[in-house]
């Protein structure tokens, strides 16, 4: 018999890990909420059609496609059969793939349930989604998203509001040092239009986002391999050297972006932005504009977030998002702009292990465990528990009339502080013995009093 295993880049959660997640969700949860936030669910598969094309060539190797059931060759001729085209093959014996994110399903939902919504639509959805990548540290093939999108609004003051719910959550999570950086896809195609490279942007901006990677000069050798010319680099190189406060880089950057209309609109959506932001404040969080940050592409339309870890934790970004304003056009819907934000679930819980930032009360189990002395005593015991948990007081009783040292193990294994003993003796007495086993202390005690304890 083969011994049991699970696909590599997915996981089993203990009943520890599951409270932990739940605990991470539940803060997001209830700030997006605040923020006036409405939850929807979308499928865990979609039709192919819906994602492929929509992440870029290599996010579409990403996509798990899922076979079309029953004899899915069937109707696949022996010359297809015998071709080398995978690509070609694969469009004939799979119809549907698993969702690679959120985002791109929302869209799907937004032109789908179009005459039902109330526009402008604030939704979050919490739900998993999966991809063909390879498994490391904080990067797994299934794992959850945390997304929340406005779509029917292009107001700036969405942006300045997805900014404050990442503050709120960290802040309510007791993450510290946490950086939410920003950048313009408009500053980056103006950049692109400076150095007359527009049919290059992508290549450009690929290499330009992997500065902190490989440095300056394997940014420049890759602009090179990919045709970007020696003159085109030279013009751009104050972006290696950026530095300074939000205002002094976004000073430096209108210098360079002077003669770009398009790149010039980039700067004013980002200073008032980093207006607003520094008159509201922050909590936790700082903003940071990042011109090197050029993550989505193929559908970011103007605001661009990432949001980078505590410098003392050696993890990848922990959420994520921007502006998307033709992404509904993609399936026949125009002039929708949308806007959104992701966090992950995953990552924000390494960090918050290495940090040691879950709170004790995460973890509690049942407060009181109640030994199983017999039927008759079990019923007993059930009456009491009724009572208790319509109290909202987490209890249980040991299932089995087992030896009382095996129960009391039981218990302090499984971290429950409290036991009641209920015998013969009680029973007639009606009472009920609690055992501390904390403390090694034990009384007798009514129900009411009970009660009044174990709150």
Not at 111 to 134: G, L, S, T
Not at 322 to 339: A, E, Q
Not at 363 to 379: H, I, P, Q, R
Request: glycine letters at 8%.
């Amino acid at each position: 018999m083969a011994k049991p295993s699970i696909p590599k880049g997915t996981r089993d959660f203990s009943p520890t890990e599951v409270a932990k997640r739940q605990y991470i969700i539940q803060i997001i949860k209830s700030n997006f909420e605040k923020f006036g936030f409405q939850p929807i669910e979308t499928p865990s598969f979609e039709n192919s059609e819906t994602l492929m094309g929509k992440y870029g060539e290599e996010g579409d190797r990403l996509i798990f496609k899922i076979l079309n059931s029953g004899d899915f060759l069937d109707k696949i001729s022996g010359e297809e059969l015998s071709t080398t085209n995978s690509l070609q093959l694969t469009k004939k014996i799979s119809e549907k793939a698993l969702r690679y994110d959120l985002t791109v399903p929302f869209a799907r939902y937004v032109v789908q349930h179009q005459n039902e919504i109330d526009f402008p639509f604030k939704r979050y959805q919490i739900q998993p989604v999966w991809r063909a990548d390879r498994p490391q540290k904080g990067r797994f093939r299934e794992f959850f998203q945390c997304d929340a999108d406005v779509v029917g609004s292009k107001s700036l003051w969405q942006e300045v509001e997805f900014i404050q719910l990442y503050d709120a959550v960290f802040t309510a999570l007791k993450l510290q040092g946490v950086t939410i950086k920003i950048n313009n896809r408009k500053i980056l195609s103006g950049i692109a239009e400076v150095i007359d490279a527009q049919d290059k942007l992508i290549d450009f901006t690929v290499a330009l986002d992997k500065l902190d990677k490989i440095g300056e000069d394997g940014v420049k050798k890759e602009m090179l391999e990919k045709g970007i010319s020696e003159s085109a680099i030279e013009k751009v190189q104050p972006l290696f050297s950026l530095t300074g406060s939000f205002t002094e880089k976004i000073a430096q950057l209108s210098k360079l972006l002077q003669s770009s209309e398009e790149g010039m609109k980039g700067i004013a959506e980002l200073t008032f932005i980093d207006e607003k932001i520094t008159a509201l404040g922050l909590q936790t969080a700082q903003l940071e504009l990042e011109v090197t940050l050029a993550r989505g592409l193929n559908y970011y339309t103007g605001a661009i977030f990432e949001v980078s870890a505590p410098k003392e934790v050696s993890m990848g970004s922990i959420g994520g998002g921007g502006r998307y304003d033709d992404l509904t056009g993609i399936f026949g819907l125009k002039d929708i702009s949308g806007v959104g934000i992701s966090f992950g679930l995953d990552r924000i819980g390494l960090v918050l292990e290495e940090l040691d930032l879950f709170p004790k009360t995460v973890l509690e189990t049942s407060k009181v465990l109640f030994v199983n002395y017999g039927n008759d005593e079990a019923l007993y015991s059930m009456k009491a528990l009724q009572s208790l948990r319509a109290d909202g007081i987490k209890a249980e009783m040991y299932p089995d009339a087992a030896k009382v040292g095996k129960q009391l193990t039981y218990a302090d294994k499984r971290g429950i502080q409290y036991v009641v003993l209920a015998g013969d003796s009680e029973m007639q007495k009606e009472v009920y013995n609690l055992k501390d086993l904390t403390a090694g202390t034990q009384q007798e005690l009514s129900l009411n009093e009970l009660k009044k304890i174990l709150k």
